[in-house]
């Protein structure tokens, strides 16, 4: 079974419009992490934001934000104010705090293009 | 964040030969790194983690003999393609871990990746 889920394939988003770019998990280990990536086309993967399950709060960094709800399983990441540089493709990842090597799952990814 | 480096950005060989590739964290010594691979329009795949001082941990599927896994300081690790084919070709990246704010939770931060292409 996935153990990261991103159903969106493709998004498209009106230049300075939020988007909301889904992701699904699944784990036995009440201890872990969610995290998004982005890759612009450039290949690099940038760090956003972090996502712990203990945490009692939504993460957020400047236009990003992390809707966490735990008993649905879901870490899905908002950007508010698109920009045209938000083009890129974003992933979402975990890593379960038992698994040894703090190895990250990454999901299929999501091919965001902000439009003008 | 952390800056972690990868060289080169970009190879072109011949199938046969061997390439290396480096990663380097530039700001932080690294003890855990990761190497993956990438296909185009398709998710990271893990190929293996590698630790500072001892032997890589590699994924099921992975060939040890064909992706040397080298982590021999803090701050480098390298990974050789060995005997490389065309199906070798591929976007290879690396992360080293990195903890957050707090320490107690980390995440893992990437190099720019290497492109390969095994003529």
């Known amino acids: 079974a996935q153990k990261i889920t991103q159903t969106q394939p493709g998004m498209f988003v009106q230049e300075k419009e939020a988007v909301t770019l889904d992701c699904t998990y699944d784990?036995?280990?009440?201890?872990?992490?969610l995290f998004w990536y982005k890759q612009p086309s450039s290949g690099e993967m940038i760090f956003l934001i972090y996502?712990?399950?203990?945490?009692?709060q939504n993460a957020t960094e400047g236009r990003y934000s992390l809707n966490f709800q735990k008993a649905r399983k879901s870490a899905n990441l908002v950007i508010s104010a698109s920009q045209l540089g938000d083009s890129a493709m974003y992933f979402c990842?975990?890593?379960?705090?038992?698994?040894?090597?703090?190895?990250?799952?990454f999901g299929q990814g999501t091919e965001l293009s902000v439009k003008p | 964040g952390a800056v972690v480096s990868q060289h080169p950005s970009r190879v072109i060989c011949k199938s046969g030969t061997s390439v290396k590739i480096e990663c380097r964290s530039l700001?932080?010594?690294?003890?855990?790194m990761f190497w993956y691979r990438q296909f185009p329009k398709q998710s990271l795949m893990l190929m293996a983690t590698?630790?500072?001082?001892?032997?890589?941990?590699?994924e099921q599927g992975v060939e040890k003999d064909k992706f040397l896994i080298n982590h021999a300081s803090l701050t480098l690790s390298t990974l050789t393609v060995t005997s490389a084919h065309p199906e070798d070709s591929s976007f290879y990246i690396c992360?080293?871990?990195?903890?957050?704010?707090?320490?107690?939770?980390?995440?893992?931060?990437f190099g720019p990746g290497t492109r390969l292409l095994v003529l």
């Open positions: 784990t036995s280990d009440p201890s872990y992490g």
């Open positions: 992360s080293a871990r990195y903890p957050l704010a707090g320490g107690t939770q980390e995440t893992q931060y």
């Open positions: 590698s630790n500072e001082g001892s032997k890589a941990t590699y």
């Open positions: 700001d932080f010594q690294a003890t855990t």
């Open positions: 996502q712990g399950s203990y945490d009692q």
């Open positions: 990842a975990m890593r379960e705090n038992y698994n040894q090597g703090g190895k990250l799952i």
